[in-house]
């Protein structure tokens, strides 16, 4: 596989998008890009500096203040994220973010911000971005694009495990509501709505295991390059 694509991966709230997404990079050797935690950490910085969201200009200053980058754990190799040089990996996976970042996610300044530095990211291609609008916006030219969908209940079951290892007075009716809610704002946003693009592959993983859905995945690599 000596030809590099860019692989997009869409699809709503915790159906295991950055799990895929990171096992495909490391079996590629791609990059791997979390695009909502960008989306993540210019909440965070929205809600640490009282920036009124519903006031453009106060955005658009915010946003200069703003700067984002990846860089990779010497530890673990993954890639973590940095805001204007602080770690921000662990705080921006808050429930008190997850209950802001698809209002601040539909903001089209933000987007416009957020967007200029994923294209840049995928110059290269090599590329494993997830998100919601990666196949429809960032890269509508992208080789692969998978559209990523399991069962509401499980995926409740699962952010809502993810978030008891880190906060045990977390509640699965709180899990529940904020990914309805974030489910709900994300695709009935105005500018650019989470929605499966027309060449994108669906992959339901409700019934798969991790290692089933990395070999479904990997089989439309394989397709992808020869085909390119
Ligand atoms: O993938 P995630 O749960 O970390 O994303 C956080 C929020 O960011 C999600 O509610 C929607 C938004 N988001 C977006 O609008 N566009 C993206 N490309 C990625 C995330």
């Not at 950055?18 to 960008?38: E, I, W």
């Not at 200009?57 to 190799?77: M, Y």
């Not at 300044?109 to 609008?133: C, H, N, Y």
Request: glycine letters at 4%; charged letters at 30%.
């Amino acid at each position: 596989m000596s030809k590099k694509i860019i692989i997009t991966i869409d699809g709503w709230s915790s159906c295991g998008k950055s799990t895929l997404a990171k096992q495909l990079a490391k079996k590629l050797g791609y990059v791997y890009v979390d695009s909502g935690a960008m989306y993540r950490a210019i909440t965070l910085y929205f809600l640490r500096n009282h920036i009124d969201w519903t006031d453009k200009k106060e955005v658009n200053a915010a946003l200069k203040e703003i700067h984002l980058d990846f860089r990779s754990n010497e530890q673990t190799g993954d890639s973590e994220m940095y805001l204007n040089d602080e770690n921000v990996e662990y705080v921006i996976r808050d429930l008190i973010i997850a209950e802001k970042v698809s209002d601040i996610a539909a903001i089209k300044e933000v987007r416009t911000f957020a967007v200029a530095q994923q294209q840049k990211m995928g110059t290269k291609k090599g590329v494993v971005m997830d998100g919601r609008d990666i196949g429809t916006v960032v890269f509508p030219k992208a080789e692969l694009k998978i559209f990523m969908t399991a069962d509401n209940a499980v995926r409740v079951e699962r952010r809502f495990k993810e978030m008891y290892e880190k906060n045990p007075n977390v509640s699965i009716e709180e899990v529940k509501s904020n990914l309805e809610m974030r489910d709900y704002i994300d695709s009935n946003r105005e500018v650019s709505p989470l929605r499966k693009a027309d060449d994108a592959l669906v992959l339901d993983n409700t019934n798969l295991t991790e290692a089933e859905q990395l070999s479904k995945a990997l089989a439309w690599v394989k397709e992808r390059v020869k085909t390119k």
